[in-house]
């Protein structure tokens, strides 16, 4: 990676090479801006080093494991199944090499420079990095990102382990506690337990997954005991303790309090943004009580040449948000007339099943002043799930009944990631459960679930009884 020295200004200097950081840059680039990124560790941020694509790459290592041992169902004999962890670490940093060294060419290849460092303002046009000097700018992108909450008593180290931690084990534990109910905790939680440890979850909400359709946290429990996962709900950590090779988590449910066991607490219980170390005051920049910088619809903060995208921002603390906040704060420093706009932004969570969300729940569309009307299709009714033996779940449509507009989804199962992406192009367009349901799919796919519910919405299902 090559270093630049501070002999040129630039038109935009973008702080954080993570997923917004590097596509903002790009775009900058491509815009025929003169931009650089600052990153102090390897480019593609948490999401490809530490965070999306490592555990996606080891979560799918599990479910081959998973499937390999329920062949049987299917009449197909194997032996035992023997993991080698540490090859399997192998594997997977191999991925995130690739991807690193491909997000380099791409910077490289559109002229974008490369600062190593980390980087922080000592006044609105100039910013320091210890080890290559000032850099000044006319326009800042801040895309610095998050790192996982640390909770006082439970801070990491030894056997505590934040998800960094838990996704660079080299030896499968034989019992992990999971502290977190979250996207994270279900995600690295499932994981492990595919590939043969004890694995508990204690959350101190009511449901795992907080703030998701509630149908969709009781499909993902019923799949959860399936897999010998313990769920504690509604349940609140009061200390833990370390010893030798073993952790003591003691949690508190009501008036009940129990003693968990485990080779390691896995604690994931949320991201804090990393404005605290950008020295934003010398800049101007204001941030909120949480550390947050708030901003306007074209990405600007209170300083008007500075910017900001991705989880520093708060919002969701998805890599595809931040990657299109880049590309809309790239074309806004351009000078072009654009805005973010999230009615169509799709979260998914690779739990087991997956889970995929975008618009409007149930919930929210009523609170929202809507008529509202919903179609639901289950996984157990579709061909092409039974075959593939994955008919855990449902895809759901949120519509107003009146002009039938589509307002939301919210799909559980089998390639819910990637389902989710046509009713969010619907939601976008302003699509009507009618286009849905008119548009023909291929048979057998999963995707027939999309269409079945849109029917099912419009009082026109055929392969499940209309209500």
Not at 142 to 153: F, H, N, T
Not at 371 to 377: D, E, H, L, Q, S
Not at 399 to 420: C, E, N, P, R
Request: include cysteine; glycine fraction near 10%; charge should be neutral.
């Amino acid at each position: 990676m090559n270093t630049t020295q501070n002999t040129t200004q630039y038109d935009a200097l973008v702080i954080g090479g993570g997923p917004g950081g590097y596509v903002a840059a790009i775009r900058l680039a491509q815009l025929g801006l003169k931009s650089a990124i600052v990153e102090e560790e390897r480019l593609g941020g948490v999401c490809l080093t530490v965070g999306c694509i490592p555990s996606k790459a080891l979560i799918s290592a599990s479910r081959l494991v998973e499937k390999v041992q329920n062949a049987e169902n299917m009449g197909i004999s194997t032996g035992p199944v023997r993991v080698d962890m540490a090859r399997m670490q192998q594997w997977k940093d191999g991925i995130v090499e690739k991807l690193t060294a491909g997000v380099a060419h791409l910077c490289k290849g559109n002229k974008v420079d490369i600062i190593q460092g980390f980087g922080r303002f000592v006044s609105p046009e100039e910013v320091e990095v210890p080890s290559g000097g000032r850099f000044r700018a006319r326009n800042f992108v801040i895309a610095a990102g998050s790192r996982p909450v640390q909770l006082k008593g439970f801070e990491f180290g030894g056997r505590i382990l934040s998800s960094t931690g838990a996704l660079a084990l080299t030896a499968v534990p034989r019992r992990l506690a999971v502290l977190g109910g979250g996207y994270i905790g279900l995600e690295l939680g499932t994981l492990y337990a595919k590939l043969g440890s004890r694995v508990t979850l204690v959350e101190m909400m009511d449901q795992l997954l907080p703030g998701f359709d509630p149908e969709i946290a009781r499909v993902l429990v019923q799949k959860l005991r399936k897999q010998n996962v313990a769920v504690h709900v509604s349940a609140r950590a009061t200390q833990v303790e370390q010893s030798g090779e073993a952790v003591r988590l003691t949690v508190q449910a009501g008036n009940q309090a129990a003693v968990i066991e485990a080779d390691y607490l896995l604690v994931t219980v949320g991201r804090r943004p990393n404005s605290d170390r950008l020295d934003l005051e010398a800049a101007g920049v204001k941030v909120d009580t949480q550390g947050f910088i708030p901003v306007d619809k074209k990405l600007q903060t209170n300083v008007s040449h500075i910017y900001a995208i991705g989880d520093i921002i708060g919002g969701p603390m998805l890599a595809h948000k931040a990657s299109k906040e880049g590309e809309v704060v790239a074309e806004v420093i351009a000078g072009g007339n654009t805005q973010v706009d999230y009615r169509a932004l799709p979260a998914v969570v690779f739990s087991d099943p997956e889970v995929a969300v975008v618009g409007l729940s149930e919930k929210q569309a009523r609170e929202q002043g809507y008529r509202v009307a919903i179609g639901k299709f289950p996984f157990s009714a579709n061909g092409r799930a039974l075959s593939v033996n994955e008919s855990d779940g449902f895809a759901k449509v949120v519509i107003d009944a009146q002009t039938k507009q589509l307002l939301g989804a919210q799909i559980i199962g089998s390639d819910a990631s990637a389902l989710i992406a046509e009713p969010a192009l619907g939601i976008e367009m302003g699509n009507s459960a009618e286009d849905l349901a008119r548009t023909i799919h291929a048979h057998p796919t999963l995707a027939e679930t999309v269409m079945e519910a849109a029917k099912v919405a419009l009082g026109k299902a055929v392969h499940v009884l209309n209500r």
